[in-house]
């Protein structure tokens, strides 16, 4: 993998950068549409290339336990099962371990856990959560990390920060691809000493790259950009740097101010699941009676599919009548907003 910063804001940390891996370029600062199960809810391949998504990101906790790293091994890696060619991002699952809350056991060793789907139990070490994304050919790899929940006591914290550096480094020593990269994953909560602490031991351990976990968990916005100015003094520079599971625009412009280069959430395909879209405005509903006779597109501005063919109260029609093709435009318009957004926050840096 390689990173290039092609230019750097002269008003703020932002930069816009080139990260290059095995299947491809991903243009800096991007966001990355989230394909739980292989598959980003209700979109195609094709209409992933359309919207201009560049990499995407899968999870291992859900993959792990259906249909399996031994398949989708069989089946020539994550790529070729899900017909994808361009750079994958897989996770490490700790976030839906952590999410879990009454089905998991953590230890020094890794975590213990019931399957969501039959209860079984499984056990995450870091060596196996690196196996089992080596199985999926993943272009990047998270490493197990402890996530702690906002609010949480410092003690908690600090706990989750020592167990996050330890399984850093036995994760890294576990890895062995040439074809893939292994990010390291910075925790501490909302306390700048933590977050410092934590930045500083998983530097030295000299990742590629780097994911800031343990944010947009429920604290207020301006904390969690408090902790991002602590982070931008710390980390290395030259690293991209992915804050993990953060999807609302305001926090997006804001992070990338602090030099963050990647983002990926869930929110641009759920709100669609739920009929809501978006604008530079916020979210609308499109369930709204007084959209029943708009025949505008959802977004004038916008140059995705859904808006170039179709109008509000054709799809307000769709969503009230159950329609699965009003979930889909939703989330065809939803991604690309998002792709639009940052495409323009590039170009405004570049501008400068």
Not at 86 to 101: E, N, R
Not at 227 to 232: F, G, P, Q, T
Not at 300 to 319: G, K, M, Q, S, V
């Amino acid at each position: 993998m390689k990173f290039e910063i092609i230019k750097k804001s002269k008003q703020s940390k932002a930069r816009v950068g080139r990260l290059t891996t095995a299947h491809g370029v991903v243009n800096t600062p991007a966001f990355m549409p989230v394909g739980t199960q292989g598959t980003v809810k209700t979109m195609s391949p094709r209409n992933l290339d359309e919207i201009g998504a560049e990499i995407i990101l899968s999870n291992t906790y859900h993959l792990y336990l259906r249909p399996g790293p031994e398949l989708i091994a069989l089946a020539g890696g994550l790529h070729k099962y899900i017909n994808w060619s361009k750079p994958i991002l897989t996770d490490s699952g700790g976030f839906q371990v952590y999410s879990l809350a009454e089905n998991r056991k953590i230890t020094e060793e890794g975590v213990e856990f019931k399957s969501h789907i039959d209860g079984s139990k499984h056990f995450f070490t870091p060596q196996k959560v690196v196996e089992i994304q080596t199985a999926f050919g993943s272009d990047i790899m998270m490493p197990l990390d402890e996530c702690v929940p906002y609010p949480c006591d410092k003690k908690q914290a600090e706990e989750a920060v020592r167990r996050t550096t330890k399984w850093a480094k036995e994760s890294k020593s576990a890895f062995r691809n040439p074809n893939s990269e292994l990010f390291g994953i910075v925790q501490g909560s909302t306390y700048p000493d933590l977050r410092k602490r934590s930045a500083e031991e998983i530097s030295s351990l000299d990742f590629p790259g780097y994911g800031i976990g343990g944010l947009s968990v429920g604290e207020p916005q301006e904390e969690m950009f408090e902790i991002l100015e602590v982070l931008s003094d710390i980390m290395p520079e030259d690293k991209p740097k992915h804050l993990m599971g953060v999807g609302f625009a305001s926090d997006i412009l804001g992070a990338i101010k602090y030099g963050m280069d990647l983002f990926d959430c869930v929110i641009p395909t759920r709100l669609a699941r739920h009929g809501s879209f978006l604008t530079l405005e916020g979210k609308t509903s499109i369930r709204q009676a007084r959209f029943e006779r708009d025949f505008t597109p959802i977004d004038p501005e916008c140059d995705c599919y859904a808006c170039r063919n179709f109008t509000r109260a054709y799809i307000r029609h769709l969503f009230w009548a159950r329609e699965i093709l009003a979930m889909q435009l939703l989330t065809i318009h939803n991604l690309r907003f998002f792709m639009r957004l940052l495409e323009r926050t590039r170009q405004e840096i570049l501008s400068e």
